[in-house]
């Protein structure tokens, strides 16, 4: 195991934002995490885990304590599916299922970011989520080191939420899915839809916002106007905060995205605190104007 001092996060963020790590490691398996977590301890240092990145808003102060980015990326395909490491991309993960004639999950092709990270905040586009596909989670936890068989049922799969992300001392190791036939033609036809509607290569984490739950008066002035059925009474934080006027909203380097209202871009060398700051304003104004609390989807350090 290598431990790293002041290894620079920006790059390692799909925001391209943030300091350094005080101390770093990378870990591919089982055995490297229990070894990363035993120095920590021994070292009495706080730790942090990251995957692809593509979902983290680093401190400009960088993060005091050791980071450490799972990076398994083994796989293998079994008869009912796929069996493959935290740290495996998604992407690579859909085109390898493709070629062995599984799927059913192309239209998450394009969501940045590993197996592990998908499963944590259960991704999803275009309908389908991680949860549709999931079998079990293989998980440590990093307390008491014991490690643990998830099944689908107990993952407690929500809309962008799952056991993991409530409790974050679980470190996801492996994930087996459950996978049909492929239609290997929808996942490039769904990286271009992605690219068309700008929520594709862009410094950013995605979603900055989760769609909300909001009060019926809004629920019902969002179905009038777009003439769709709101899902369990959320509506788009990206419709809201556009309604609000921020779309395209500066602070510093960073701006609320002009195409997708949802997004905080890094346009110009965006602090972290530029970041911040103008979330905060995009949910001051939304609170204001519609009585609707936004709340992060990205993880803000
Ligand atoms: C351009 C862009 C488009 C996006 N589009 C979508 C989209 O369409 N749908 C969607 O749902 N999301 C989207 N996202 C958000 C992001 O891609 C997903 O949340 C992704 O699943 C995060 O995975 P990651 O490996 O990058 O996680 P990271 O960003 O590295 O980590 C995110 C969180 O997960 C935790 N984590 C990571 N790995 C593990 C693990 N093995 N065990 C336990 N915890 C872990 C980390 O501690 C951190 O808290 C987008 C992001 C970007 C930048």
Not at 19 to 45: K, P
Not at 239 to 259: C, F, H, N, T
């Amino acid at each position: 195991m290598e431990i790293r001092e002041n290894v620079p996060l920006a790059p390692l963020t799909s925001f391209q934002i943030g300091g350094s790590a005080q101390y770093f490691v990378e870990v591919s398996d089982e055995a490297g995490i229990r070894e990363a977590l035993g120095w920590a301890r021994e070292h009495d240092a706080p730790f942090f885990v990251i995957a692809g990145g593509s979902n983290n808003l680093m401190p400009d102060a960088g993060l005091a304590g050791l980071v450490i980015r799972v990076t398994g990326e083994k796989f293998q395909f079994t008869e009912s599916g796929l069996e493959a490491q935290s740290g495996c991309n998604l992407l690579t993960l859909i085109r390898e299922a493709a070629k062995q004639g599984k799927g059913g999950w192309e239209k998450l092709a394009g969501i940045p970011g590993t197996i592990g990270g998908a499963v944590r905040g259960n991704a999803g586009a275009f309908g389908p989520e991680i949860k549709d596909f999931v079998t079990w989670v293989r998980a440590i936890n990093t307390k008491t080191e014991e490690v643990h068989e998830f099944s689908n049922v107990e993952c407690a799969f929500d809309y962008r939420m799952s056991f993991f992300k409530k409790n974050p001392e679980w470190i996801i190791l492996d994930v087996h899915l459950s996978l049909g036939t492929s239609e290997p033609h929808l996942i490039d036809e769904t990286i271009a839809e992605r690219e068309k509607r700008h929520i594709q290569n862009v410094k950013a984490a995605g979603s900055f916002f989760m769609n909300p739950v909001a009060p019926q008066r809004i629920v019902n002035m969002f179905e009038e106007e777009k003439g769709v059925k709101s899902r369990g009474g959320r509506v788009p934080a990206g419709w809201l905060i556009e309604k609000a006027g921020m779309k395209g909203a500066k602070l510093g380097g960073a701006q609320v995205s002009p195409q997708q209202a949802n997004y905080i871009i890094n346009a110009n060398n965006a602090t972290a605190e530029d970041v911040r700051e103008l979330a905060a304003k995009v949910k001051e104004e939304v609170r204001r104007q519609f009585d609707v609390a936004l709340v992060e989807e990205a993880v803000v350090l």
